[in-house]
Nanobody, 130 residues
Framework: QVQLVESGGGSVQAGGSLRLSCAAS????????VGWFRQAPGKEREGVAT???????RYYADSVKGRFTISQDNKNTVSLQMDSLKPEDSAMYYC????????????????????????WGQGTQVTVSS
């Protein structure tokens, strides 16, 4: 059974850091698109960062560029390092992974959000206080 499990969420003050991890069970990443999305109460879900696990191509939302870094830690774990956190980063963060073999351009946030056939994790809460 395929499963994505997120971890690493929590509460921090503005300016602090958190590292989220997404561990896949039941398969290993190989030329797939894996991404982090978030949803705050009353707002639509938005893409944060994505990575192509074959070559490492990365995409970031403008709101997090320079502060967040997505990386593949090993064959079945993708992480999101979040630095210089702001209160507006507070949200439930979800990991999504499309298990199809895909070209890097498919991992662009808008493409993955619209055309992805992703498995989703249960989410991990991030709260940033001012």
């Amino acid at each position: 059974q395929v499963q994505l499990v997120e971890s690493g969420g929590g509460s921090v003050q503005a300016g602090g850091s958190l590292r989220l991890s997404c561990a896949a069970s039941g398969y290993t990443y190989s030329s797939n698109c894996v991404g982090w999305f978030r949803q705050a109460p009353g707002k639509e879900r938005e893409g944060v960062a994505t990575i192509h696990t074959g070559g490492g191509t990365r995409y970031y939302a403008d709101s997090v560029k320079g502060r967040f870094t997505i990386s593949q830690d090993n064959k079945n774990t993708v992480s999101l390092q979040m630095d210089s956190l702001k209160p507006e980063d507070s949200a439930m963060y979800y990991c999504a992974a499309d298990r199809r073999i895909l070209p890097p351009y498919f991992c662009a946030i808008a493409w993955l959000a619209k055309y992805g056939q992703s498995d989703w994790g249960q989410g991990t809460q991030v709260t940033v206080s001012s």
